[in-house]
């Protein structure tokens, strides 16, 4: 099992351009998480999915749009890139137990 | 709103001297108290879930222990190896949301 994988490993975005994060997981969870990881800030929750076709907004969901029409996918957008979502972007996701695995991260430059 | 507190925020021991990093948590309807272990440029590593007052659980080195607000990763004689960022996260609400601490970045010298 490849675990939690995510796509692409690192992206540099001017201003205002638009891009889709991809994270997939081969572990069949029903749930999958979206978070973001600034220095001095820990991990901070954008959005998560509790099953196929579903999604909710967490902590920090504004200037992001995400989907999950499939169950191993969940895609994170940015329709309009700031400075301010520099970040590294990290997915997670659980079976019904408690633990989540988190995948390799995304570190993202808005120029 | 949920809060999850660690210190001290960096933390250089020595090899073979034993410390213990803090986690305070204030949170409502506490589902469980995670430990993750996170490298450079790596995302975090699951270590331990913890649900009761007074549970405690090792692995290795580490041992971790809870109480009604607080959380303890205690480290027996660390190894270089051990170095790494050690974060705190709390579960809560339906869906199992993990609320983070900023993380302990743990040095051990050789």
């Known amino acids: 099992n490849a675990g939690v994988t995510q796509t692409p490993k690192f992206r540099v975005l001017k201003t205002g351009q638009s891009m889709t994060l991809l994270c997939a997981q081969d572990?069949?969870?029903?749930?999958m998480y979206w978070y973001r990881q600034d220095p001095g800030m820990g991990l901070r929750l954008i959005h998560y999915s509790v099953g196929e076709g579903t999604t909710a907004k967490g902590e920090v969901p504004d200037g992001y749009n995400v989907s999950r029409l499939k169950k191993q996918n969940f895609l994170l957008g940015l329709e309009s890139a700031a400075p301010s979502q520099t970040s590294v972007y990290f997915c997670?996701?659980?079976?019904?137990?408690?633990?989540?695995?988190f995948g390799p991260g995304t570190r993202l430059t808005v120029l | 709103e949920d809060q999850v507190t660690q210190s001290p925020e960096a933390l250089r021991l020595q090899e073979g001297e034993s410390s213990s990093l803090n986690c305070s948590y204030t949170?409502?309807?506490?589902?469980?108290l995670f430990w993750y272990r996170q490298d450079p440029g790596k995302g975090p590593e699951f270590l331990f879930t913890?649900?009761?007052a007074g549970e405690e659980k090792e692995k290795e080195r580490l041992k971790a222990t809870l109480t009604k607000k607080e959380s303890f990763l205690h480290i027996t004689a660390p190894k270089p190896e051990d170095s790494a960022t050690y974060l705190c996260a709390a579960s809560s609400g339906s869906a199992r949301q993990l609320t983070f601490g900023s993380g302990t970045q743990l040095t051990v010298l050789p």
């Open positions: 949170v409502s309807g506490l589902r469980g």
């Open positions: 913890l649900y009761s």
């Open positions: 572990m069949n969870h029903e749930y």
């Open positions: 997670a996701s659980r079976p019904v137990s408690d633990t989540q695995y």
